[in-house]
């Protein structure tokens, strides 16, 4: 059974970049897209972005300009890097997974991990 | 401020019927597959509905999806206490290329 798990700092100061890492684990990271999703704290879900097996990405144009998600293939992990953070970033970051032939049903979801963005 | 309406809160005894809405527009569900996840306390977002109206295997019968115009909605029916989390429903957002959820309904079981 394939599982998602988050890791990264729980708190980053504001204009630095946060970076986050999702581990899959019972099932190859080949053939689906891998996404990141966010909720900020009484807020609704916002989808971040997606990194594709190939390398290929798409991302939420309201955080275009600061977000990359990539692979490291080789260890059956994908990253979010989120620069110039602001309080406003502030939220539950998920990983999340597609099949290719079903790119927006996600069916695969991480526990979430907390980020506060604060000085 | 969410791109798809959905009423805050929804309610219903145990073993009642709940419907929730998703209003959308035509560059979303109008012309797009309509998705609903399940938020619980504690635990990961759970894929609900795909296309409308799938669910993925495990997701039980009570949960039913449907869609129509620029319109979706989930019914879960025979109302569990085990129910009682958040419903989002989510959609590709063509003037955005973006995938975009809705605000968000919050069932509660009384």
């Known amino acids: 059974q394939v599982q998602l798990q988050e890791s990264g700092p729980g708190l980053v100061k504001p204009s630095e970049t946060l970076s986050l890492t999702c581990t899959v684990s019972?099932?190859?990271?080949?053939?689906?897209?891998w996404h990141w999703v966010r909720q900020a704290p009484g807020k609704g879900l916002e989808w971040i972005g997606y990194?594709?097996?190939?390398?290929?990405?798409n991302y939420n144009p309201s955080l275009k300009s600061r977000v990359t998600v990539s692979l490291a293939t080789s260890k059956n992990q994908f990253s979010l890097k989120l620069t110039s953070v602001t309080t406003a970033d502030t939220a539950v970051y998920y990983c999340a997974r597609s099949d290719t032939d079903m790119v927006w049903a996600f069916d695969i979801w991480g526990q979430g991990t907390m980020v506060n963005v604060s000085s | 401020q969410s791109v798809l309406t959905q009423p805050p809160s929804a309610s219903g005894t145990p073993g009642e019927r709940v419907t929730i809405s998703c209003s959308g527009r035509t560059s979303n569900i109008g012309n797009n597959y309509v998705y609903w996840y399940q938020l619980l306390p504690g635990a990961a977002p759970k894929l609900l509905i795909y296309r409308n109206n799938q669910r993925p295997s495990g997701v039980p019968d009570r949960f039913s999806g449907s869609k129509s115009g620029t319109s979706g909605s989930l019914a879960i029916s025979g109302l569990r206490s085990e129910d009682e989390g958040d419903y989002y429903c989510a959609a590709l957002e063509d003037s955005l290329t973006a995938y975009v959820f809705g605000s968000g309904t919050k069932v509660t079981v009384l």
């Open positions: 990194v594709y097996y190939t390398g290929g990405t």
């Open positions: 019972g099932g190859s990271i080949s053939t689906y897209y």
